[in-house]
Nanobody, 123 residues
Framework: VQLQASGGGLVQAGGSLRLTCANSRRTFSNNAVAWFRQTPGKEREFVAAISWNGGSTNYLDSVKDRFTISRDRAQNKVYLQMSTLKPEDTAIYFC?????????????????WGQGTQVTVSS
């Protein structure tokens, strides 16, 4: 399963971006999907996850009131709406599909990855 993440860019602090995760060749509608992020020299960090049917979500504490994960199963897409962005949100954001249908923040539960999209928040 190959995923494509898009929607990153440069934004000022306090601004918003919406990231999109898509797969045009194969459905992942029965899999949980998550967003992770990574900055140079640091480990990949869990950001948010959504269950296969969208009924359950999980967030990193520092983004809980600012980011919203959602999915459109018919379109085979998952979104990450990011608001009130902060410079510390600057990272490469990756989407990943789980081997399971339930949410998880465990990196090892996600064998399928996209190429990442850069998000840069200026102060």
């Amino acid at each position: 399963v190959q995923l494509q993440a898009s929607g990153g860019g440069l934004v000022q602090a306090g601004g918003s971006l919406r990231l999109t995760c898509a797969n045009s060749r194969r459905t992942f509608s029965n899999n949980a999907v998550a967003w992770f992020r990574q900055t140079p020299g640091k480990e990949r960090e869990f950001v948010a996850a959504i269950s296969w049917n969208g009924g359950s979500t999980n967030y990193l504490d520092s983004v809980k009131d600012r980011f919203t994960i959602s999915r459109d199963r018919a379109q085979n897409k998952v979104y990450l709406q990011m608001s009130t962005l902060k410079p510390e949100d600057t990272a490469i954001y990756f989407c990943a599909a789980s081997r399971w249908s339930a949410v998880s923040n465990n990196l090892s539960d996600y064998p399928y990855w996209g190429q990442g999209t850069q998000v840069t928040v200026s102060s």
